[in-house]
């Protein structure tokens, strides 16, 4: 399944029966997803929150001149701003929900992209706006939603992506597979270029090595798995690391705190 949006000149979804307006200016709407559909490059002329209530999605937005991705559990989502240029691929089935915010109700300074944790109430407020009609009780809604948002945790969970089409390919390959334990010759064989021109350009591309940003892919994956309540041992295998224990060191460096911490603080409750 696949949903495919052009990247145009004209702000997408004008007459979109959920648009916000100054009038209504927070909506929602929820849409089931199959495993690998995925709306192509877009923008919008209002502010979207984007999360799952179940499944796993990957969101790839534009900021500047350059791309992040993130990869989202239930429990998290992402703000992209007015008229950034995202994507969105399924990574596994999913109820995708997406809220939309007038930019007149934009908080203030909220210029770039940012992954939020999605409390208890805030997934319960944004199914009930999807429902609302105008009425004293949506505008509540709406301002409780609002409120909800602005006032919501944040957690650095993007991973930059980079312009070159070669580094961009060995960068999404490892993605795919961050549990492939292989040298940054072995990524490389199949860019193009070798194997010193690819750290040079992490470097000038993205201002890091390939070790730091292959940590923050591997973080990517294992934060949303640990957060959807999946053992430790099961991360630490797909994330490429014989022992729980060496796992844990390195995330306790990373993040500060243990794995199991981390997911006992974190994961998803009904």
């Known amino acids: 399944m696949k ?3 052009a990247l145009t000149p004209e702000p997408i979804g004008d007459t979109d029966p959920v648009a916000p307006t100054r009038q209504r200016p927070v909506r929602s709407r929820t849409r089931a997803l199959a495993v690998d559909a995925h709306f192509e490059p877009h923008f919008h002329p209002w502010a ?8 796993l999605i990957q969101v790839t937005a534009s ?3 350059r791309e992040t991705t993130f990869i989202l559990p239930p429990s998290r989502a992402v703000w992209i701003p007015p008229g950034a240029r995202h994507a969105v691929t399924v990574l596994e089935a999913t109820e995708l929900r997406t809220v939309y915010l007038d930019p007149s109700a ?4 909220w210029q770039g992209c940012r992954v939020m944790v999605v409390s208890s109430l805030m997934r319960e407020l944004i199914r009930a706006l999807e429902a609302s009609t105008p009425s004293a009780r949506d505008d509540a809604l709406m301002a409780l939603t609002l409120h909800e948002i602005t006032h919501a945790g944040t957690q650095s969970l993007g991973v930059p992506l980079p ?5 961009r390919a060995l960068c999404e390959s490892v993605l795919q597979a961050p549990g492939r334990c292989a040298t940054l010759a072995q990524w490389a064989v199949d860019t193009g270029a070798s194997e010193r021109t690819v750290a040079r350009l992490f470097r000038t591309e993205l201002a890091t090595t390939f070790q730091q ?3 923050q892919a591997v973080l990517a994956h294992a934060l949303p798995m640990l957060a959807c309540g999946t053992p ?3 991360v630490a295998a797909a994330s490429g690391y014989a022992s729980d224990s060496a796992f844990s060191a390195m995330f306790k460096s990373a993040l500060g705190q243990s794995p199991s911490y981390f997911q006992l603080k974190n994961t998803l409750r009904p």
């Open 3 to 5: 949903r495919r949006h």
């Open 48 to 55: 979207q929150l984007a999360y799952c209530a179940h499944g």
């Open 63 to 65: 900021e500047g001149d």
């Open 106 to 109: 934009t908080p203030r300074g």
């Open 163 to 167: 312009r070159d089409k070669r580094l």
């Open 213 to 215: 940003w292959r940590l």
């Open 232 to 234: 430790v041992s099961e």
